[in-house]
């Protein structure tokens, strides 16, 4: 069964602080991880990750994949309250096309 | 551009009743999928469909039923709500076509459904 785990499932943090946010995964068949964003409806797209080691950053936002230990980290730095939100973590699966969704963190900056 | 556009935005049902969320994509895109959101429990994926013509199920599919009835609509179907069904649903789509088929998926913006 395709499986992806986030954690920590809750966090919160004073704003300026940075976080840490992990997904780990075990899967059939990885094609690439992808970081979500989701504040009151739908969530956002963040990044998209293939390749271990190589670093993906906007702004504040950085994130990285391991696929030998097969997990990946997001690092948001200077924290502000707008990154208030739940972060998803999914992976894809090659060749079914399937999208599997981990638990989500909630992340709460506090001023 | 619309994107992924999902109706209703919010329903109450009775235990019992039966409807069908709509989901279109006028981004032209192959895959679409229908997620539950429940407190604590991220995305649950119900059904998806790789392209035209299939559908496949996800980790929760009991108590729903899907139709991809062409390219840019995929419904989801509940024959006989539940009050577990209670939940927030999302449809989403994704990859364009053959050519580039590992992109973001785009999200619509949810559908809030209540069983009483």
């Known amino acids: 069964e395709d499986k992806v785990v986030q954690s920590p499932l809750s966090l919160v943090v004073h704003e300026g602080d940075t976080v840490t946010l992990n997904c780990s995964y075990e899967?059939?068949?990885?094609?690439?991880l992808l970081w979500y964003k989701q504040e009151k409806k739908a969530p956002t797209f963040l990044f998209m990750l293939t390749s271990s080691g190589i670093e993906k950053k906007s702004g504040r936002l950085s994130s990285i994949l391991d696929k030998k230990e097969l997990f990946s980290i997001l690092n948001i730095t200077a924290t502000q309250t707008g990154d208030s939100a739940v972060y998803l973590c999914a992976v894809r699966i090659q060749g079914a096309q399937k999208l599997v969704f981990g638990q989500g963190t909630r992340l709460t900056i506090n001023p | 551009n619309a994107g992924v556009t999902q109706t209703p935005k919010f329903q109450v049902l009775k235990t019992g009743q039966s409807m069908t969320l709509q989901c279109a994509q006028d981004m032209n895109h192959n895959s679409m999928y229908w997620y539950r959101q429940d407190p604590g429990m991220g995305l649950r994926l119900i059904y998806y469909s790789a392209s035209e013509g299939t559908t496949d199920k996800g980790e929760v599919p009991n108590g729903y039923n899907v139709s991809r009835l062409n390219k840019r609509e995929f419904s989801l179907r509940l024959e006989s709500a539940a009050p577990s069904q209670t939940s927030v649903y999302f449809c989403?789509?994704?990859?364009?076509?053959?050519?580039?088929?590992?992109?973001?998926?785009?999200f619509g913006q949810g559908t809030r459904l209540t069983v009483v």
């Open positions: 899967v059939t068949n990885f094609r690439s």
């Open positions: 989403a789509s994704s990859d364009p076509h053959r050519g580039r088929m590992n992109t973001e998926a785009f």
